[in-house]
């Protein structure tokens, strides 16, 4: 199901809007929660890949 409604998100404002990197995040520490670590751990990189891309990696939001 989590995986359906950021795909959905995704589609419409792209990957990088910062509400989609926000409901990546979101969904990692939902996966978290249910010890599923390496889908965590997927999703935790690809939006920390597409922060430090758009607003680079001394940003806060990206050391966020």
Partial sequence: MG???LDTRIKLPGESHPQVVDSMGNLALTYEAQSRYKDAQVLL????E???AALGEE?????T
Avoid at 45 to 48: P, S
Avoid at 59 to 63: G, I, S, V
């Fill in 59 to 63: 940003h806060t939001a990206t050391l």
């Fill in 3 to 5: 995986e359906y409604v």
């Fill in 45 to 48: 990189l690809r939006a920390i």
């Fill in 50 to 52: 597409i922060t430090n």
